[in-house]
C-alpha cells in the first residue's frame, strides 16, 4: 500500500526565507514607467486632463465620421462625389486634430508626468533607484518611457484609431486612397509624442516641484506658440521655428508632398503652402526641442548621481 | 571576503569625508561604528558604488564597486537614512517595486514583499501609502525594500534613528534574526554602541574619515583585558616610574597607594609583580578591569587607536589617527 503523501506546510511569516530570481533579471525601465502612471492614475487631475483630451477626440472623430458617411450615403443615392476634396476633407481633420491634440496632450502630459524627475529629487527618492541596479540610462528610459505614454494614448493611439474609423467607413471608392493618410498622420503624432516627451521630461529634470514644472512647460509651450505666430505675421519668418507644433505641421505637410505627384499629394491639393519656408530648418527645430531635453535630463543626472 | 578597501579617499570641497581607509572585514554581522561625520554614510555610498572615490579600491562580495557597482548592487541591498519614498505608493507596492527594479518579475516581487512584510513584522498597514506611515513602521519598509531580493549583503543606514524603544528593541532583533537563522550578512551603520553590542559579531569604528579598528567584537574588548587596577603595600611612585620604563601607561588611583596600569602589547599582569619585587614593594590588589566596549569605543575615537589582536590576516591594521 502506498505511503500517503506528506503534507506540506507553507508557513510564509516564519523567520527569513531566501530567494533565487527566476529567469533572467528584468530591466528596470518598464515597472518604473508602469510604476509612475499607477501613480498619475490616482490623482484627479489626471482624470480631468484625459477627459480634456478624449474630448478633442470626440469632436475630431464627430467630424471625421459626419463627413465621411455624409458621402457615403450621397455616392449611395448616385449624386456625385470628388474623390480629391473628401480625402483633402479628411487630411484636414487629421491635421486639426493633431495640431489641437499637441496642445492637450502638452496639458496632460505636464499633469502627468511633470514631477517624474522633480518629485524623485525632492523626496530624495533617487537613491532609492540607484542604491539597486539601475543604471543612469535605465533610469532615463523609465522617465522617457512613462511620460512617453502619455501622449502615445492621446496622440498617436487616437490618431491610428481615427485613421481606422476613417478607412472602415469611407465609400469603397475612397478607402484604398484614405490609406495614405496614415502616414503623414501617424508621422505627426509620433514626432509630436516624441518633442512632447523629451522636453516635459527635460523640464521636470530641471525643476523642483511637480506644480511649478507643469505650468512652466504649459506656459512656455503657449507663450512660444503666440510670440512666435505673431512676429511670423509681422514678417518675421525665423521666428516660425521656435514653434513646435509649427514646426511640426511643416514636416509632416512637407512629407505628404515629397515625391510629388504622389498620390498622397494628388489627393490634398489644398495643401499647397507650407507654415514655415524651410522644412529642414522645422525638422532641426524638432530635434534641437527634443535634445534640450534630453540634454537636461543627461545634466541633471550627471549631477546628482555621481554613477 | 564580505567587504575590502584599499587606499579610499574622499573629499567633498574642504571636507576630507575618508581619509585612506583601508581593511577588509568579514562576519555575518558587521557594526559600523562612529559618530556623526565619522564617514560612515560615505563609506557605504563607496560600497554601493553611489560615490566614486578619489583614489583606492572597494571591493565587495569580490566585486570591484569602483568599476562595476551595477554588479555589486545586485547582491546588495541598501536601506538608507533618508526619506527616499515614493509619496503615493503603499507600503506592499514599495517593497515590491524595489523588487522590481531589482529584475524580479512582477508576481515574483508581489508574492516576496508580503514575505518581507510578514517578517519586519508589518501587518494590514502595508495597504497604506507610506506618507501615512509612523518612522517606526517606514524603517520597516525600507529594510524590507533591502532584503526583497534576497540579497547576500544588506547595508543599514542609521535604522534605528528616530524610533521608540520597542520598534528599535523589533529592529534590533531582526538584525540578530538575519544573523543567526541563514539571512543575508549585515553591516549595521550607527552611532549608538548598544546597538552594535547587541547584535553584531565584528566592528568597523570610524571617526574623521578614518577607520580607528576593525576586527572582531571581542579583539575589541581583550584590549581591555590587559587594564588593571593595582593597590600596592608601599606608596605607589616608585612602582609608577618602573612600570613606565617597561612601557605600561600608568595613572595615580584615588589613594597613594592606588594605580591604574595598561600593559604593553603582549604583557601579561606577572609584570606588575615582577615590577614590584624590583622596586622592594608587593602587590596586594589587582584588578582586572572589565572588558567595556563603551571604554574601548571612547578611546578608539578618543585620538589613540585601539590595536586589534593578532588574528587572521583578513582583518584589518588599525589606522593611524588623523593628523592635525
Known sequence: MAEPPLLEDRIHAVGYRGHTLRGRPRRAPWPMARTALLLAWRNRSTK????????????????????LLFQRFTSGSGLPMDPASVVGSAQEVFAGFVRAQFYTSAIAIAVIAGGCVAEDRAAGALE?????????????????????????????????LLWLVAVGISPPALGAQLWWLGVPAFTAAALGAFVLTTTLVGASA??????????????????????????????????GYLVPERDLRTVVDALLEVGRPSIAAQLVPNRGVLPNEDVAASLLGLLVFAAAGLGALAWRLRQDVER | MLLSFQGIRKQFGNTMALADVSGAVEGRAIGLLGPNGAGKTTLMKVCLGLIRPDAGQATVLGHDAVADPVTVRARLGYAAEGPGRLPGLSGLESVAYAGELCGMRRRES?????????????????????????TGMFQRVKVAMALVHAPDLVLLDEPTSGLDPESRDELLDLVVHLRDHG?????????????????????????SGAVRFAGPLDDLRVQRASEYDVRTAL???????????????????????????????????????????????????????????????LEAVGGRPVVAAPAPSAWPRPAEPPRG
Open chain 1, 48 to 67: 480631468f486632463a484625459l477627459l480634456m483630451c478624449l474630448a478633442v477626440v470626440g469632436v475630431a472623430g464627430v467630424a471625421l465620421v459626419g463627413q
Open chain 1, 206 to 239: 530641471l525643476g523642483q516641484k511637480s506644480r511649478t514644472v507643469s505650468v512652466g512647460f504649459v506656459a512656455t509651450m503657449l507663450v512660444l506658440t503666440g510670440v512666435g505666430e505673431g512676429l511670423v505675421e509681422a514678417g518675421q519668418t525665423w521666428a
Open chain 2, 183 to 207: 539571512g543575508p550578512a549585515v553591516l549595521l551603520s550607527t552611532h549608538l554602541l548598544h546597538d552594535v553590542e547587541r547584535t553584531c559579531d565584528a566592528v568597523i569604528i570610524m571617526q
Open chain 1, 128 to 160: 532609492l533607484y540607484f542604491a539597486r541596479p539601475v543604471s543612469r540610462l535605465d533610469y532615463a528610459l523609465g522617465k522617457l518611457l512613462g511620460a512617453g505614454l502619455v501622449p502615445t494614448a492621446t496622440l498617436i493611439a487616437p490618431t491610428l
Open chain 2, 235 to 297: 606608596p605607589a611612585p616608585a612602582l609608577q616610574a618602573r612600570l613606565q620604563a617597561l612601557h605600561a601607561e600608568v595613572t595615580p588611583g584615588g589613594r597613594p597607594d592606588q594605580l591604574r596600569v595598561r600593559l604593553p602589547a603582549g604583557a601579561g599582569p606577572e609584570l606588575l609583580w615582577q615590577a614590584a619585587a624590583a622596586t622592594g614593594d608587593a602587590v596586594v590588589h589587582l584588578h582586572a578591569r572589565a572588558a567595556s566596549l563603551e571604554d574601548a569605543f
Open chain 2, 110 to 134: 508581489l508574492l516576496r514583499a508580503h514575505d518581507m512584510l510578514d517578517l519586519v513584522g508589518l501587518d494590514e498597514s502595508r495597504y497604506r501609502p507610506v506618507e501615512t506611515y509612523s
